[in-house]
């Protein structure tokens, strides 16, 4: 049985030609050859016709060197892996891999900063608010306790119930999330007045405000133990600080709602410290009246009460704004 594959004979490549011929190229030999020709076959041809000849290097000095280098005596005394390895600058005081040369494209506009995007403020809402939670549920009889002596004095025959622990423990809790709390608007309204020229690092403006904030408390708290200690007995004393305590926790739960709208829902700066006036002026209010019904109700001594009232809270409230200021001015 004869095979049904055509099989077509090798072409021949043609007589090699002397190398120098006038004329002679690798296209004359190509194209000798048939047109169906491989690849195979063609590189054949060329190799048959074409001889490498050796390669004669220069023997002239190379004019055209490197600058910086000296003037190579041949063309072997050129070591190019040492030029391939490195750069020019390399080993030179300008040479500085490490910074940034330039850049593609064509630089946008930045994002600017926007408070509800900001991964800190944002995990200490959080904190605030897990705080609050977990406070109430620990401290609720605490808290109703002072609600139902806020606007009475208890009998002196009434037994005192002391608070726990786990109690104390909450509070002082509470009085760290309304130092955060007060950081917050004050950081606001900081970066309301002077938001061209505050720092990067806007962060440590909310560490300096709440620390200022703490270190009024701790102040308020070493005044009326020494003044409690010299004018009035322990009992007075203890009161006026668990209504303290009370109070000054108190004023973050209500100021957490604020500092929501403020970063969240774009509330003005002006709305937010009209209100945080107007939370500050109430409580002081209520704190004028407690301190006259704890300490001085049965002396009837107007006067004396009236300076301790301004010695011991209106001060040091003036004291803690004024450092809030100074410190907001250090920021620019």
């Known amino acids: 049985m004869n095979d049904s594959i055509p099989v077509h004979p090798t072409p021949s490549a043609p007589p090699p030609a002397k190398d120098g011929g006038a004329g002679f190229s690798t296209a004359k030999v ?46 072997a005394d050129m070591v190019f892996q040492k030029f ?141 133990q020494l003044t409690g200690w010299v004018f009035f007995d322990k009992k007075q004393t203890r009161q006026w600080m668990k209504f303290m305590l009370f109070s000054f926790s108190t004023i973050g739960v209500v100021l957490y709602p604020l500092v929501l709208l403020d970063a969240y829902f774009n509330l003005s700066v002006k709305t937010t410290l009209t209100c945080v006036a107007i939370i500050v002026i109430l409580f002081k209010l209520l704190a004028f009246y407690k301190s006259f019904l704890i300490f001085f109700s049965k002396k009837a001594i107007y006067l004396q009460f009236f300076l301790y009232f301004c010695a011991l809270e209106i001060v040091p409230l003036f004291a803690m704004l004024a450092c809030l200021v100074v410190s907001g001015n250090y920021f620019k």
Request: with cysteine.
């Open 84 to 224: 391939g390895s490195g750069t020019f600058f390399e080993g030179k005081p300008y040479y500085h891999p490490e910074i940034k040369g330039g850049q593609q494209g064509v630089a946008g506009d930045p994002i600017p900063y926007n408070i509800a995007r900001d991964d800190i403020i944002s995990t200490i809402l959080i904190f605030c608010f897990i705080v609050a939670v977990v406070g109430f549920s620990q401290s609720a009889r605490f808290i109703v306790l002072q609600l139902k002596t806020m606007f009475r004095q208890p009998s002196e025959k009434t037994t005192e119930i002391s608070e726990t622990a786990s109690e104390l423990r909450f509070l002082l809790f509470f009085v760290m999330q309304t130092c955060l709390l007060g950081a917050l608007i004050g950081f606001f309204s900081m970066r309301d007045k002077i938001a061209a020229n505050l720092v990067d690092d806007q962060h440590i403006a909310i560490i300096v405000f709440g620390v200022v904030i703490l270190l009024y408390f701790i102040l308020k708290v070493v005044l009326y």
């Open 30 to 75: 190509v194209s000798k050859l048939p047109k169906d020709a491989t690849p195979a076959q063609l590189d054949s041809a060329i190799q048959a016709n074409f001889k490498p000849a050796p390669i004669n290097w220069s023997s002239q000095p190379d004019t055209l060197h490197l600058p910086g280098h000296p003037v190579p005596k041949s063309m």
